[in-house]
């Protein structure tokens, strides 16, 4: 595994390169299937890893997802915005491989589940201290994160780490915006609660 | 901060106000409470440190020598599809056609009913997989994900 961002930037603010892209790509440009592969296959892995917490079982719904989104790239609307189409393929397999039990879950004090993390410093100058808080506070959040129920989960990666709008989160997951409002904030609390009690507990790291 | 609002305010809109996604008025309705309500205020702060938490949370990916290569184009899958039909009907005429001859041929009932017994397990078999396919293709959840 290598370090790279996380989030292909290639296509996230740039909406009419993405959809001339695309209309290259249904033309068969093999320049642009392969921007388009390269670009969609490290959001599709890292969104399967979000959900998943499993790196080997991300990259595999990631691969499969990468086929569904070529099998089906031809009926694809270049107006629209690729991610949330390529994250609801993404979800749909994850469900689907949840319903017939092939994720293997990793338990949220599982040491390996912290591998996927990278760390790095913000600024160039930074404050060691206050760096070693973040992390651990990233870690801490990362792994309660793995205790929530997948439905709370979803909508959680989808707004706070993978940073779509309300109304792309809606297309998403095929639920109303104001459901997307209240079951977020739910997760919120959830998710809020759990890293309070965790640290409660253990005297793990404060964001004070 | 497992408690509600004293005051019990819709908390929804607190992260509506977060994410910077009410109409004007409901975030008026939030800065105002938010003026007057001390646990509205906390809970706002709490979120607010969580979510800049998560969204600087940088997670690895794989090398690139990891990945498949890109899946096949639309080209290859059509003549593979072509491919698929031309091989089904090559092979169901050639069958019917070898078993039309077989039958017309001197051999006793225990051999024709060898031959044929076997060419219908396999046409079964055919049928089966066919019908679970198209089963599958008609509860295919990504069907409405293709639009």
Excluded at chain 1, 188 to 198: A, I
Excluded at chain 2, 99 to 126: C, D, K, P, Y
Aim: hydrophobic content about 40%.
């Amino acid at each position: 595994m290598t370090n790279r961002p996380p989030k292909s930037a290639v296509f996230a603010a740039d909406l009419p390169r993405e959809s001339e892209t695309v209309v290259l790509a249904q033309r068969g440009e093999t320049a642009a299937l392969d921007e388009l592969a390269r670009s969609c296959r490290q959001q599709a892995y890292v969104f399967a890893l979000q959900l998943t917490g499993n790196p080997d079982d991300a990259l595999d719904v990631a691969q499969d997802a990468m086929v569904r989104f070529f099998r089906s790239l031809q009926r694809f609307d270049a107006t629209r915005p690729v991610r949330p189409w390529l994250l609801r393929i993404v979800r749909n397999l994850i469900r689907d491989r949840a319903r017939r039990n092939r994720i293997r879950r990793t338990e949220s004090l599982e040491p390996s589940s912290d591998d996927v993390l990278r760390f790095e410093p913000k600024d160039e100058n930074p404050d060691p201290e206050a760096m070693t808080v973040r992390h651990d506070l990233q870690r801490l959040v990362w792994r309660c994160l793995q205790e929530l129920p997948p439905r709370y989960r979803e909508v959680l990666v989808l707004r706070d780490y993978q940073d779509l709008a309300y109304a792309e989160i809606a297309s998403t997951l095929k639920i109303p915006r104001g459901t997307v409002m209240s079951r977020l904030h739910r997760a919120r609390r959830l998710l809020h609660d759990l890293v309070h009690e965790r640290q409660r507990r253990t005297g793990e790291v404060r964001n004070d | 901060m497992t408690d509600q609002c004293p005051r019990a305010f819709d908390e929804t809109l607190i992260s509506g106000h977060l994410d910077g996604e009410l109409t004007q008025a409901a975030q008026q309705k939030v800065r105002l409470h938010l003026e007057d309500c001390g646990h509205c205020r906390a809970l706002l702060g709490e979120l607010q440190a969580m979510r800049e938490t998560t969204i600087s949370t940088v997670f690895s990916t794989p090398d690139d020598h990891q990945w498949d290569e890109r899946p096949r184009g639309t080209t290859s899958l059509m003549a593979r599809s072509t491919g698929w039909i031309v091989a089904v009907v090559w092979a169901i005429s050639f069958a019917t056609y070898a078993m039309w001859h077989f039958w017309q041929s001197s051999a006793n009932i225990w051999e024709r009913l060898f031959v044929f017994g076997g060419f219908t397990a396999i046409a079964l078999l055919f049928i089966s997989v066919l019908i679970d396919r198209i089963t599958v293709a008609r509860s295919d959840p990504y069907t409405e994900v293709e639009k």
